[in-house]
């Protein structure tokens, strides 16, 4: 790892004379097309990295990628003072790197390499903080196009998931170590549709190396449709998905969970609105209990094109169930499944379960790379029989001992500066003002969070 700044100083000499003529890098790395360097007659080394031919005819190539992200976070009263103290903070790095095969137009495969490290933390860290190094993905593709611009993939392997608003299922992109699945799937797309249907067992991620084994104790199937260009509603979204754990850990309980969650979602943008809409109802069995929970959210917001700093007022709420009644035949706690892991920005604290929030937020471009965000989040337990919960739905504290409902407020700013599609700069910070709840249920302490965050793709 002594050679990683190094190499980290040479891609930022080399980012600024490449960034206008290599296309925007994706969430998903393993979504990036390089073809169209195909007939590209340059000897521009970068560009032989994203297309380098295997075959005379150029079918066959490798693409080589990666990223390198840097973040240092700092901690006043962690966890509401739960957590150590730690006067210094603490820093995270993420390595990745891939490799896409192409061997022809029918088959390619891809293969990422992962390294997540935390340096410093008071406490010993956890897997989303570290995993020194694993095979991150790892899966080969069919492809089988069919007639009138239709196409059918079979994949099969590790790789990331991501569907919809990653309110559900996330590549996880926040924490240090991204999320990724042991999957088959069945991918069909035609103009203005896209459908995927999938069976997988999440990787339970392990901190030594090459450990993240094949995890049989949680299976995650279902399918995700997407229509496009429809009349008023623009973009709908539907989808089914299914979660077996051999144990789940709810304040109500633990044991077997069997859930099945059914959903829909209406998103664009029009006019300088854009609106985000989302409901869904779970149902199945968890221990000796039955599951009945739901969420419903609304993300919406305005931007003035045409006004000075070109100013995004949003509001953003969300009603997510509880559990009603301790040790009844019932359970209506929400399982989240796999989101992002900064749900509610990288202080990362509270996930969405048991919750009702309400989110206004205002951003400011103070230039075409500079942005300035800043938002505002209120949270309430939405039941007073139920606790609060991570954002990996572990429980966080019990609600048997208190029947305050309001958890707190969270003030957040952050400054967003993108020079080009090779770098990131965020710097963030994070006032988190604890509720009644809180203090009735633990220390209570209020929060201070301050991140700054360096990233570079290539």
């Known amino acids: 790892m002594k050679n990683i700044p190094i190499i980290f100083v040479l891609l930022v000499l080399t980012a600024h004379s490449q960034a206008q003529s290599i296309p925007a890098f994706k969430q998903l790395r393993y979504e990036e097309d390089y073809s169209l360097f195909r007939q590209d007659t340059s000897r521009d080394w970068y560009k032989a990295t994203k297309f380098t031919p295997l075959s005379k005819h150029k079918q066959a190539y490798v693409s080589i990628g990666g990223d390198i992200r840097y973040q240092y976070q700092w901690f006043q009263n962690e966890n509401w003072g739960e957590s150590p ?147 008023f509603f623009r973009n709908v979204d539907v989808y089914y998905f299914g979660l077996w754990k051999n144990n789940t850990k709810f304040d109500d309980g633990a044991g077997k969970e069997l859930r099945h969650s059914l959903g829909s979602r209406i998103w664009g943008n029009s006019n300088g609105w854009r609106y985000d809409i989302e409901g869904l109802y779970q149902f199945g069995d968890f221990a000796d209990k039955t599951i009945a929970a739901w969420t419903f959210s609304v993300n919406t917001g305005y931007k003035f094109q045409d006004t000075r700093l070109k100013p995004e007022i949003g509001i953003k709420t969300e009603l997510i169930s509880g559990d009603k009644k301790y040790n009844d035949d019932k359970l209506q706690t929400f399982n989240p499944l796999f989101p992002r892991g900064g749900y509610f920005g990288l202080v990362s604290i509270i996930g969405p379960a048991n919750l009702t929030d309400i989110h206004p937020s205002l951003t400011l471009d103070l230039s075409s790379k500079l942005s300035l965000n800043m938002d505002y989040d209120i949270f309430w337990r939405y039941s007073a029989h139920d606790g609060i919960y991570g954002p990996n739905v572990a429980l966080i504290y019990s609600g048997k001992t208190s029947d305050h409902k309001f958890i707190g407020k969270q003030l957040s700013a952050n400054l967003e500066y993108t020079p080009n599609n090779f770098l990131y700069f965020r710097g963030e910070f994070t006032w988190f003002q604890a509720g009644d709840y809180l203090k009735d249920v633990g220390p209570g302490k209020d929060i201070l969070f301050t991140a700054i965050t360096t990233q570079l793709r290539f």
């Not at 991204?178 to 088959?184: L, T, V, W």
């Not at 901190?207 to 094949?214: E, M, N, V």
Request: avoid cysteine.
């Open 85 to 231: 103290p730690d006067h210094d903070g603490f820093i995270l790095t993420r390595y990745l790197v891939h490799a896409d095969v192409h061997a022809g137009k029918n088959f390619r495969t891809f293969i990422q390499m992962q390294s997540s490290l935390a340096n410093g933390k008071a406490y010993a860290p956890s897997p989303v903080d570290e995993n020194q190094l694993d095979l991150h993905q790892a899966f080969a593709d069919i492809i089988m196009p069919l007639a009138n611009k239709q196409g059918l993939i079979l994949r099969v392997g590790r790789q990331e998931l991501l569907y919809g608003s990653q309110r559900l299922v996330a590549v996880r992109d926040g924490p240090n170590n991204r999320q990724s699945f042991d999957a088959i799937r069945l991918l069909y797309t035609r103009p203005n549709w896209k459908t995927d249907l999938f069976f997988s067992h999440f990787v339970r991620s392990q901190q030594k190396i090459f450990d993240d084994g094949f995890n049989k104790n949680t299976k995650f199937w279902g399918i995700y449709a997407v229509r496009n260009k429809i009349p």
